[in-house]
């Protein structure tokens, strides 16, 4: 049973916008921590920013003051708004949903800065 589904990945120039989508199920959705994870080609998932099942928000250093995570409790889904894009920041996106009882990941999504 899919647990997680990400969309909103594509192609963008450096310095464009992309917005992503992690719609959960609803049964995990209220309770778990999200975060958004990005993995590059021969490199470690590594957590790009975190919101906690209060609000409470964290990010990487390298994407402070440019990315905003946010979550939707209404609709069951996070949200990651990615401004002034690099091409470092190329490598696919993964959400995940963290709890005491569950941790899920979603399928991912390939996000891709080139001009």
């Known amino acids: 049973q899919v647990q997680l589904v990400e969309s909103g990945g594509g192609l963008v120039q450096p310095g464009g916008s992309l917005r992503l989508s992690c719609a959960a199920a609803k049964s995990i959705f209220s309770i778990a921590d999200m975060g958004w994870y990005h993995q590059a080609p021969g490199d470690q998932r590594e957590l790009v920013a975190l919101?906690?099942?209060?609000?409470?928000?964290n990010y990487a250093d390298s994407v402070k003051g440019r990315f905003t995570i946010s979550r939707d409790n209404a609709k069951n889904t996070m949200y990651l708004q990615m401004n002034n894009l690099k091409p470092e920041d190329t490598a696919v996106y993964y959400c995940?949903?963290?709890?005491?009882?569950?941790?899920?990941w979603g399928q991912g999504t390939q996000v891709t800065v080139s001009s």
């Open positions: 995940k949903a963290s709890h005491r009882r569950f941790s899920y």
């Open positions: 919101i906690t099942s209060s609000g409470t928000t």
